[in-house]
């Protein structure tokens, strides 16, 4: 998988989940709603090695997964993974089993991890198959995706506007 980037932009967006698990649907959900406001991101299934592959040319890195940590549906976290590690047993292990968590770790542990690891996590509910996520998700998606347009403004605010 190329990362896919826009032109002068230095940050790879990625959005991790599967669309028919409920509530992991928020990665792809963030792409579509990211494209549609003109940055450019691309969709990954969340494996650890696909992942490291995937971001190691990049400098900077904003990820936006489903976290199952046992807080309240449609809370929002958001993990700066490079300056630290990330909580213990907060992202499910993917189907692969070796998922975001352990694909950062494993990152740190080779000197493989992007200047700039920004995770944007929402909790989740629901992760059993299905195509709707739960309103509480849905909600926390909207203020992450308004977050990072945020952050992508000011990050780029010397090399030209972003969409608003």
Known sequence: ?????APGNTTLIIGIGHRLRCDDAVGPLAVERLIARGLQALEHCG??????????????VIIVDAMESGA???TIRRF?????????????SSSHLFGLGEAVETARALGRLPAT????AIE?????FGTDPTPD????LD??????????????????????
Request: net charge neutral.
């Open 80 to 92: 700066d993974a490079a300056s630290a590690p990330l909580p213990a047993a907060t992202f499910r």
């Open 1 to 5: 998988m190329t990362p896919v980037r």
């Open 124 to 128: 989740g509910r629901h992760f059993g």
């Open 137 to 140: 998700v849905l909600a926390a």
């Open 143 to 164: 203020v992450v995706v308004e977050n990072i347009l945020k952050e992508e403004r000011e990050q780029n605010k010397d090399k030209g506007a972003l969409p608003p």
């Open 72 to 74: 309240a549906p449609g």
């Open 47 to 60: 494996e650890g090695l696909g992942l490291i592959s995937v971001w190691q040319a990049a400098d900077r």
């Open 117 to 120: 690891l920004i995770i944007h």
